[in-house]
C-alpha cells in the first residue's frame, strides 16, 4: 500500500497565495503519477493537476482549465514529495483538496478519480471574498 497524508490548507483572503504539500511513501515515487483533487460541499470531486513521468528524467503536466496560470505542481522525488503552489487565489477555489497517487506508468494524462489506486484524507482551503 501507499499511504498519501496532505499538509498547508489554510484560510487566505482572495487574491492570496498558499502551498500544498503531499507526501507518498513508495520505494519508486519517481515513477508514480501524482494529482491534486478537490471537492466542495455538494460538489462532485474534481481534477485539478497531475505530474506523471514520461522516461528518464522527465515528467509532464496538466492542468484543469480553471487553474491554469494560476497553479503549478511540482515535485521533489528526494522526499517523497508533491506540491501544489496556487496564486491569485478565488473564493471559487473554495474546498477539501485531495493528494491521489497511481503506482502504474502510463503515456497519457489521468484526470479521472478511478485511474488513481491511493488517496490522501484531504486539507481544507478556504479562501474569503
Same mark, same amino acid.
Given at each position: ?6 499538509? *498547508?490548507? %489554510?484560510?487566505?483572503?482572495? %487574491? *492570496?497565495? =498558499? ?21 466542495? &460541499? ?12 514520461? *522516461? %528518464? ?19 521533489? /522525488?528526494?522526499? /517523497?514529495?508533491?506540491? =501544489?503552489?496556487? /496564486?491569485?487565489?478565488? &473564493? ?9 497517487? /497511481? ?27
Amino acid at each position: 500500500q501507499v499511504h498519501v497524508v496532505e499538509s *498547508g490548507g %489554510g484560510w487566505v483572503q482572495a %487574491g *492570496g497565495s =498558499l502551498r500544498l504539500s503531499c507526501a507518498a511513501s513508495g520505494r519508486t515515487f519517481s515513477t508514480y503519477t501524482m494529482a491534486w483533487f478537490r471537492q466542495a &460541499p455538494g460538489k462532485e470531486r474534481e481534477f485539478v493537476a497531475t505530474i506523471r513521468w514520461s *522516461g %528518464g528524467r522527465s515528467y509532464s503536466i496538466d492542468y484543469a482549465d480553471s487553474v491554469k496560470g494560476r497553479f503549478a505542481i511540482s515535485r521533489d /522525488n528526494a522526499k /517523497n514529495t508533491v506540491y =501544489l503552489q496556487m /496564486n491569485s487565489l478565488k &473564493p471559487e477555489d473554495t474546498a477539501v483538496y485531495y493528494c491521489a497517487a /497511481n503506482s502504474r506508468i502510463t503515456s497519457a494524462a489521468m484526470k479521472s478519480l478511478v485511474e488513481y489506486d491511493y488517496w490522501g484524507q484531504g486539507t481544507q482551503v478556504t479562501v474569503s471574498s
